[in-house]
């Protein structure tokens, strides 16, 4: 099995901050890495797929980078609407979803 | 717009059997893969398995034992059967629309880009 790590677990940032999350695969998984939203009692939601392609709809604050095993979420300017936890998940293999980072309000 | 919509009991005796039905709406089941996945309180998401319109299933190997997914195309709906349940499958489950990428031809990964809302199952006496 592929494990995802993520880190921080946790992160706290102010409105405006830039702010990027990581995400590591114990074997390589080439761009076969997304990354989701979720907020409290809400669904996750899609944010970007392939590792580095938003999603339609999603802003253009939000972009990932990476391949092989290391990936970065990156939100570029930190929005009150971007509180949440953030999950990377790999489809390499039988999909399987990072433990999350949650960030919350400085 | 696609939807997704869980529905079943919130409530399963452990050693019961646990089912969901999924309805889309919004477009066809057809030609797309459909998922379940699950969240226990508190804690992470975990992929239980999927299915195609056409039937054909992949299972967590986790999970695989006691997971039946099937699928109706007549009511656009696909469901989720675990059995033997416990108190470790408390928790809310989801379902998704699973899409392939392909560039040039190459498949390049595959995303869940549309949910459902989510529905908690919990598993007590």
């Known amino acids: 099995d592929i494990q995802m790590t993520q880190s921080p677990s946790s992160l706290s940032a102010s409105v405006g901050d830039r702010v990027t999350i990581t995400c590591r695969a114990s074997?390589?998984?080439?761009?076969?890495l997304n990354w989701y939203q979720q907020k409290p009692g809400k669904a996750p939601k899609l944010l970007i797929y392939?590792?580095?392609s938003l999603q339609s709809g999603v802003p253009s604050r939000f972009s990932g980078s990476g391949s092989g095993t290391d990936f970065t979420l990156t939100i570029s300017s930190l929005q009150p609407e971007d509180f949440a936890t953030y999950y990377c998940?790999?489809?390499?293999?039988?999909?399987?979803f990072g433990p999350g980072t949650k960030v919350d309000i400085k | 717009q696609v939807q997704l919509q869980e529905s079943g009991p919130g409530l399963v005796k452990p050693s019961e059997t646990l089912s969901l039905t999924c309805t889309v709406s919004?477009?066809?089941?057809?030609?797309?893969?459909w998922s379940w996945i699950r969240q226990p309180p508190g804690k992470g998401l975990e992929w239980i398995g999927y299915?195609?319109?056409?039937?054909?299933?992949n299972y967590n190997p986790s999970l695989k034992s006691r997971v039946t997914i099937s699928v109706d195309t007549s009511k656009n709906q696909f469901s989720l059967k675990l059995s033997s349940v416990t108190a470790a499958d408390t928790a809310v489950y989801y379902c998704?629309?699973?899409?392939?990428?392909?560039?040039?031809?190459?498949?390049?990964?595959?995303?869940?880009?549309?949910w459902g809302q989510g529905t908690l199952v919990t598993v007590s006496s």
């Open positions: 392939a590792a580095s």
């Open positions: 074997q390589s998984i080439s761009s076969y």
């Open positions: 299915i195609y319109y056409s039937g054909s299933t």
């Open positions: 919004g477009g066809s089941i057809s030609s797309y893969y």
């Open positions: 998940q790999q489809s390499y293999s039988t999909p399987a």
């Open positions: 998704a629309r699973q899409t392939w990428v392909a560039v040039a031809g190459n498949i390049v990964g595959d995303h869940f880009d549309y």
